[in-house]
């Protein structure tokens, strides 16, 4: 699958997408697969702070729990109630079902992201 290029990916594994001073986070292709079926998400609350490499909730699968870190600091504006009942969005549309939403308190934080081909090499050598 191909990382989309407007995308910026932590070496965690986590997507944001841009738009504006708001950041949308989900979790790469790479990371739901590694995972397998994901049956639960647990995300913070909107108003709740996230800092950058933080955790800020967790996926479940069949497999393993996995954290999820923060690739910027900012404040839950949204959270995908979607993703309540049904987690699996995330196995279909790995780079479409974003887990939460964040206002970034510095957007150049940003910049200190990998881009599409700096995360496909980093999980090339993970492979």
């Known amino acids: 699958m191909a990382y989309p290029a407007n995308y910026r ?42 800092t950058a490499g933080a955790t800020f909730g967790s996926v479940e699968s069949v497999k393993a729990v996995s954290d999820l870190y923060s690739p910027v600091t900012g404040t839950v504006t949204a959270v995908n ?7 699996d969005k995330i196995n279909e549309k790995p780079h479409e079902a974003w887990i939460i939403k964040v206002e970034i ?4 934080q940003v910049n200190a992201l990998l881009d ?12």
């Open 9 to 50: 990916y932590t070496r965690e594994h986590e997507w944001i997408e841009l738009s504006g001073s708001i950041g949308a986070i989900g979790i790469t292709d790479y990371a739901q697969k590694s995972l397998g079926d994901i049956v639960y998400v647990d995300s913070p609350k909107v108003g709740d702070t996230v």
């Open 105 to 108: 308190a510095d957007p150049a």
């Open 81 to 87: 109630d979607e993703l309540k009942t049904a987690p």
């Open 116 to 127: 599409a081909a700096a995360y496909e090499a980093f999980i090339a050598e993970e492979s």
